[in-house]
């Protein structure tokens, strides 16, 4: 599919390759290109005089492949983060084509910051200025959103260590059914999973503006040079916060793993403390079990209620004991 924007109209504008090979309007700023099909490369690239890189070079992660200069304009490829309030966030790559009049993005996936920053260029007059400014208040927005998500997953890692370190009793006994734990592994385990995404979508783009911003082709004024150093430096401080987002989280996983050995120890305990109890009992019953003739305990009018008094108070006495030093 491919979609532009036009300095006049203001909005993304969905058309259709021309049959005869005609060329974009000459107020194009924008090239949007979302799941392309091979003619509609083609057109862009007969319209631009540019050769746009396919999805499986894209996918090439050597810095050579993603940062490079080429025929007057600068390509960037950076992975992005999208799908994120599903279970199953994804990265798709992003290829960014600055050239002197026109932007162009290839995409694979549907991240909302392009359907944000669609909706902010129709409203602000300063976006639609040239290629360059579109190029980064489209990487402002992608940022932005990336900050949205981090801010979701640091609330949300606040509820998980509240459920985890909340479940003591009173008396600081811990009694949780399994299926609670295997839920709190589950939401561990995927706001690890969207935090490192958004973690490698940041350091991606970090490379992107550290290159546009030292890139003299084309050139980019100064207030665009200042404004990417600003997200420049906005992506690395974000790096850093999903850095720290990360090791509460690997904190929370250990927590988490702690109270399960926690519960199965105290389990165990009960078993073992229960197994000592009748240990005695069980002597005592194993002894008065055996069929010697010479046991004179067995002619006894009251040997059998005192076998089971002597069993019920062997039991009764570790039972106490244990009370006592609370092991039980």
């Keep these: 599919m491919i979609r532009i924007l036009r300095s006049a109209e203001r909005k993304m504008v969905e058309i259709q390759p021309a049959p005869c090979g005609g060329g974009l309007p000459d107020d194009t700023l924008w090239i949007d290109l979302l799941s392309p099909a ?14 746009l890189p396919t999805h499986e070079e894209m996918l090439e992660i050597e810095p050579s492949s993603r940062l490079y ?10 992975s992005l983060l999208w799908n994120a309030e599903t279970d199953a966030p994804e990265m798709s790559p992003t290829t960014f084509v600055l050239g002197e009049r026109v932007l162009v993005t290839i995409r694979y996936g549907q991240p909302k910051s392009f359907t944000m920053f669609q909706a902010q260029a129709e409203k602000q007059v300063a976006v639609c200025h040239s290629s360059a400014t579109v190029l980064v208040g489209l990487l402002e927005a992608i940022i932005d959103r990336l900050a949205d998500i981090l801010e979701r997953c640091t609330s949300e890692v606040d509820k998980i260590s509240k459920d985890v370190f909340g479940r003591a009793s009173p008396s600081g006994k811990i009694h949780t059914a399994s299926q609670e734990y295997t839920n709190t592994l589950k939401r561990i385990g995927r706001q690890q999973d969207l935090v490192n995404k ?7 783009l970090g490379r992107v503006v550290g290159f546009l911003t030292v890139s003299r082709q084309p050139p980019l004024d100064k207030a665009g040079r200042e404004h990417l150093k600003t997200l420049a430096r906005d992506a690395r401080s974000l790096t850093d916060h999903a850095a720290f987002i990360v090791s509460n989280i690997n904190f929370l996983l250990d927590a988490t793993l702690g109270m399960i050995n926690i519960e199965q120890n105290t389990i165990i305990k009960i078993f073992s403390v229960a197994a000592v109890a009748f240990l005695p009992p069980t002597l005592v019953a194993s002894i008065y079990g055996m069929n010697f003739d010479l ?16 069993m019920i108070l062997s039991a009764v006495v570790p039972f106490l004991y244990f009370r006592r030093r609370k092991w039980l």
């Design 38 to 51: 091979r003619e509609e490369v083609q057109y862009v690239e007969k319209a631009l005089g540019l050769e």
């Design 295 to 310: 046991m004179p305990e067995l002619k006894w009018p009251y040997g059998y209620p005192l076998a089971i008094c002597l």
């Design 198 to 204: 958004a973690r490698e979508s940041l350091v991606g």
């Design 69 to 78: 200069q080429d025929a007057g304009a600068t390509f960037a490829t950076a």
